[in-house]
């Protein structure tokens, strides 16, 4: 399944603010045609809008496009859905094959089935509440795959001790 349009949203803050923000906020996907509410097989889905959420803020950042496509099982059409999805904690969907979930998984996002027609907005809500009250395994995980290596305590124990072989 080729990928028809790929649109990112330009932020209205400057470039600084926008850099800033953009580390902090975890990225979701939404299996949407509408961008209103989760519709879509992740198979078959047409399209995807992706979040920037955190505790208090959240943004569209970007809106993939495929061409429609049956749901057939040909695992060819995931790979650039799922690479289209790069950096993203999951992946909210109607539904999701067990071939998707594993290469979802492999690649660190987790896929999420949710009832036809649920609301994009208050699926947000539903992440920044969970965000606010203590995330669950998955979700800490992906907070943590975020956050930047710190080799500095590699450096305190060098100048402790040095390092010995």
């Known amino acids: ?82 690479a289209g999805l790069d950096g993203c904690a999951a992946v909210y969907c109607q539904a999701v094959g067990g071939s998707a979930i594993r290469q979802l998984t492999l690649q660190g996002i987790q896929p999420v089935k949710v009832s036809a027609g649920a609301e994009i907005a208050e699926l947000i809500q539903g992440i920044q509440e969970e965000l606010r009250a203590g995330p669950s395994a998955w979700l800490a995980k992906a907070l943590r795959r975020q956050q930047p290596v710190e080799n500095s305590r590699f ?8 390092w010995k072989e």
């Open 1 to 82: 399944m080729a990928l028809r349009r790929h649109l990112r949203i330009a932020s209205c803050n400057n470039a600084t603010n926008a850099e800033n923000s953009m580390s902090t906020l975890l990225r979701f996907a939404f299996a949407s045609n509408d961008m209103q509410h989760v519709n879509q097989h992740f198979g078959a889905a047409d399209a995807f809008a992706i979040y920037g959420i955190d505790q208090e803020h959240s943004e569209l950042l970007e809106v993939l496009q495929f061409a429609a496509s049956a749901q057939d099982g040909n695992e060819n059409k995931l790979v650039e859905k799922i």
């Open 155 to 162: 450096d305190a124990m060098d100048d402790e001790e040095g």
